[in-house]
């Protein structure tokens, strides 16, 4: 498996390599910098541990766990940090995930059903990121296809002789228009053709589901249409879809909240180092997409991607799903490596099961 894509249980540590008074120094470790996002100390973790130990005896084992690669010392005469893979193993088997709060199960399901009403799927999918960026102290991040929206109505409207719009409704009231080109001398009567002949099967479907329809209609020879008309409905599906470029769409929300808790000049310099993956898009996309085709929650700690390898930051995503049980999409956050991970990763899970069942309803 590639480096910059490890799933959950990937840890090459075994649990069993650390005995019970190892297992708490290195637990105690990741929490202060989870909470502080600072190194300790032998001597502060003499105070912290919930066992009898001096300082001496800690430092023995920390010296273990270092060998085993989980925690460093960022620079001389310093505490220890945990490192990526120190990160990973604690996730993977020191952690436990418990049920997300009653009172953040109302605040979510509050603040993206209060979204829903009047609205398009973007806007609740771009609620329920900025709601996620709020809840975490992150950045919300969603991925979502164009083409899984589902259609009601499309019309064509000539323009100019060899331009005319082409106007796409969804069934959640966004439109989308697109300016086609057109074969000179092709007659009104083509277009409105062309508009009959999609409506007829458009409904309720989306428009990977209706380009197969009509793609496998023609080659079927289905479609009793002259080639004028054909090649309108091409150029009009071709010119919806967008290309591989727009057929995905990312929505970040609460970038801001990367710049909060700065610690020194290194922390800033990875945050501009996110945003400048962010800005790319492309990456970005490609990871989250990597994500959808696993089901529950994904964990990308670090340089497990090659996106975030500079910036040190880790993704949490969830996939959520349409009315036919389909993986349309994924929703998560970013943030600096010490997440709360204990906390977020429900948030995260919740989260995307209430955008399916919103979806599905």
């Known amino acids: 498996m590639a ?11 075994s649990l069993a390599a650390l005995n019970e008074r190892s297992r708490e120094i290195f637990r105690q ?24 130990l001096s300082p001496a005896s800690i430092r023995n084992v920390m010296s273990d766990l270092e060998q085993l690669g989980l925690i460093y010392a ?40 209060g979204s829903q009403s009047a609205k398009s799927i973007e806007a609740v999918l771009t609620e329920a990121s900025q709601m996620l960026s709020g809840l975490t102290r992150s950045a919300g991040v969603v991925l979502t296809a164009k083409i899984n ?24 009231g966004q439109v989308e228009n ?42 079927e020879g289905q479609a009793e249409l002259d080639q004028l008309t054909q090649k309108v409905i091409a150029t009009g599906l071709a010119s919806w879809s967008g290309g591989d470029s727009e057929d995905r769409q990312l929505i970040v929300r609460g970038h801001a909240n990367l710049l909060e808790d700065l610690h020194a000049l290194e922390d800033l310099e990875r945050v501009r180092s996110l945003f400048g993956a962010l800005e790319t898009k492309r990456g970005v996309i490609d990871l989250l997409g990597r994500a959808e085709r696993a089901e529950g929650v994904r964990i990308f700690i670090g340089s497990e991607n090659k996106l975030f390898s500079l910036s040190g930051s880790s993704t949490i995503v ?15 956050v970013i943030g600096p ?25």
């Open 29 to 52: 470790i990741v929490e202060s910098y989870l909470t502080t996002g600072e190194p300790v100390g032998s001597r502060n973790l003499s105070r912290l541990l919930p066992i009898s």
């Open 178 to 219: 697109r300016v086609l080109n057109v074969p000179a001398g092709l007659p009104t009567s083509s277009l409105v053709e062309a508009a009959n002949f999609l409506n007829s099967r458009i409904r309720g479907k989306t428009l990977a589901d209706l380009r197969a329809e009509i793609e496998g209609a023609v080659a």
């Open 3 to 13: 480096s910059h894509d490890i799933p959950i249980g990937a840890t090459q540590v």
């Open 318 to 332: 969830a996939p959520y799903r349409d009315s036919q049980g389909r993986i349309v999409g994924v929703i998560g």
């Open 337 to 361: 490596t010490r997440l709360n991970y204990a906390r977020v990763i429900p948030m995260v899970d919740y989260t995307a099961r209430v955008v399916s069942r919103l979806l599905t309803s």
């Open 74 to 113: 960022p620079h001389t005469s310093a505490g220890r940090l945990p490192t990526e893979i120190g990160l990973r193993f604690f996730v993977d088997a020191l952690m436990q995930v418990g049920d997300l709060a009653e009172q953040d199960r109302r605040s979510i399901e509050a603040q993206i059903a």
């Open 149 to 172: 929206v589902r259609l009601k109505h499309v019309e064509f409207v000539r323009l100019e002789p060899e331009r005319a719009l082409a106007v796409l409704v969804a069934e959640d």
